[in-house]
């Protein structure tokens, strides 16, 4: 089991950067490959960012590719999204995700899900 819980949301005016964390509860993090999805009012939830378990790999929406970065440390349990020169069109919930087995692009493959953070970016 993988207890998630993501912190660092809020409002922002656009233009502006936020820095997402997604704190994870669990014997070994790198264990896990992890995903950034965001879910808009009335809209699917959608793919945003990934990292491998290891942190070598990255993959990015094309929406995110430029302005968006995903990092994690091991050590501490912890991965990032850095949001930079955010847009009134990335007003979301921001969930981070966690499965063992799976890296891909799809919600429907992560097994752990956190509760989700706010991001409202005023225009």
């Known amino acids: 089991q993988v207890l998630l819980v993501e912190s660092g949301g809020g409002l922002v005016q656009a233009g502006g950067s936020l820095r997402l964390s997604c704190a994870a509860s669990?014997?070994?993090?790198?264990?896990?490959?992890v995903g950034w999805f965001r879910q808009a009012p009335v809209k699917e939830r959608e793919f945003v960012a990934s990292i491998s378990w290891t942190g070598g790999t990255t993959a990015y929406s094309y929406s995110a590719k430029g302005r968006f970065t995903i990092s994690r440390d091991n050590t501490n349990n912890m991965v990032y999204l850095q949001m930079n020169g955010l847009k009134s069109e990335d007003t979301a919930v921001y969930y981070c995700a966690a499965d063992r087995h799976r890296l891909t692009r799809s919600h429907l493959d992560y097994e752990f899900w956190g509760q989700g953070t706010q991001v409202t970016v005023s225009s």
């Open positions: 669990v014997r070994t993090f790198s264990d896990y490959a």
